[in-house]
């Protein structure tokens, strides 16, 4: 079973009772979405006042349509199929109310409607489920973006752009920590003991590691914190 939180700056972050955690990088694609909008504008604004469009507009929008479903596609395919080698039977997807309503900017309105088209990319994740045989749920409830996944606390945690702190010593990505407390909260199985996230940007052509990949500062593997999490059965059974 995994858990998706789809968002803005992270496009995905995922993570699986089988203790991976995934991330898909936005940034650079969206600061390459938005040069193509402004080069658009700039453009428009030279055109003769009876003229709505040109060859050259049509062609940059075409292109960043086509380069926003270039990597669509790709990241579907990447994540279904590292799902798939996972084991994972279903998926979870939440986030995007948290987008919409909570954080909701002109930027966030611009990054979720044009430049992501999250309705898109969630259509597109369900069918390519489908080939995997893999299942799709998507959950409308509150996604649980500010609770700590180490001491349990909601009221005392900071999340300040994409990172969660907590007083409890805890510091970790906060779209990764919401799939992570969602997955805990909505499984009957025992969530393993998190690897190391791997975090994945877009080249044009794959979504491949990141070289920035690395640990956030947590102490998973305190023992003294484990008792914290209830009901949700930790180690290799
Ligand atoms: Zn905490």
């Not at 180490?150 to 007083?167: K, M």
């Not at 919401?178 to 080249?203: C, G, I, N």
Request: aromatic share 10%; hydrophobic share 30%.
């Amino acid at each position: 079973m995994t858990a998706l939180d789809i968002g803005a700056n992270t496009l995905v972050a995922c993570t699986t009772t089988t203790g991976e955690q995934y991330l898909y990088e936005g940034r650079d694609l969206f600061n390459r979405f938005r040069e193509t909008t402004r080069e658009i504008a700039r453009l428009q604004s030279k055109l003769e006042d009876w003229r709505y469009s040109s060859e050259r507009i049509r062609r940059l929008y075409r292109k960043r349509t086509r380069r926003r479903d270039h990597a669509q596609e790709a990241l579907c395919r990447d994540l279904l199929e590292r799902l798939y080698e996972d084991g994972v039977d279903t998926v979870y997807i939440g986030g995007l109310i948290d987008v919409l309503d909570t954080h909701w900017s002109v930027e966030t309105n611009a990054k979720t409607h044009n430049f992501w088209s999250f309705r898109k990319f969630t259509e597109r994740l369900v069918c390519t489920a489908e080939e995997y045989g893999i299942s799709v749920e998507v959950r409308s409830e509150a996604w649980t973006s500010q609770e700590c996944p180490q001491c349990g606390s909601r009221d005392r945690t900071t999340r300040h752009q994409d990172t969660l702190t907590c007083p409890c010593g805890f510091e970790g990505n906060a779209d990764l920590t919401a799939s992570e407390t969602f997955l805990k909260r909505h499984t009957e199985q025992a969530v393993r003991p998190m690897a190391r996230p791997v975090r994945f940007e877009w080249d044009d052509h794959d979504w491949s590691e990141s070289p920035h990949s690395h640990r956030p500062k947590e102490q998973r593997t305190d023992p003294s914190t484990v008792h914290h999490n209830g009901n949700v059965a930790f180690g290799d059974s």
